[in-house]
């Protein structure tokens, strides 16, 4: 490790990686070299990926540096925060009841069905004809 010391941890959703570096800071959030704000225009994702800071009231404490792979901008959004979670419990355990009263400690396993032999899709069938 370097003199600045870091906290890092790994969300998931879907199909999405994330991995989260949390540094004491002013409240840069880079994912890439870009911001968040540019990465995800959408105001839900944004939201979603600082909801941790906001349950925790440590918005404008740390930086965050994120590397992001696979899946959508949802479910890299939801990864995100999946990690951001766990490393402020990893920074400081204090955090832990409330954030997973909120949810966001557990990792969503939902995932999308594969298709099986037979079907147009997942599930959905030809029509039947009796005549």
Not at 10 to 31: D, E, F, N, Y
Not at 54 to 76: A, D, E, M, P, R
Not at 119 to 124: S, Y
Request: hydrophobic content about 35%; aromatic content about 8%; overall charge positive.
């Amino acid at each position: 490790m370097s003199n600045e010391s870091y906290v890092w941890a790994t969300g998931k959703r879907k199909c999405a990686v994330a991995q989260i570096r949390l540094l004491p800071g002013q409240g840069s959030i880079m994912v890439g070299d870009k911001s968040y704000e540019d990465t995800f225009p959408r105001l839900e994702h944004q939201h979603s990926i600082l909801e941790p800071f906001l349950v925790t009231n440590t918005i404008g404490k740390y930086n965050v540096t994120i590397k992001v792979i696979g899946g959508g901008k949802s479910g890299q959004a939801d990864a995100i925060r999946h990690g951001i979670a766990r490393a402020l419990v990893k920074e400081n355990e204090l955090f832990k009841p409330v954030l997973r009263k909120e949810g966001f400690l557990t990792r969503d396993a939902r995932v999308v069905e594969r298709k099986k032999y037979g079907l147009k899709k997942a599930r959905k069938a030809q029509q039947y004809t009796k005549r």
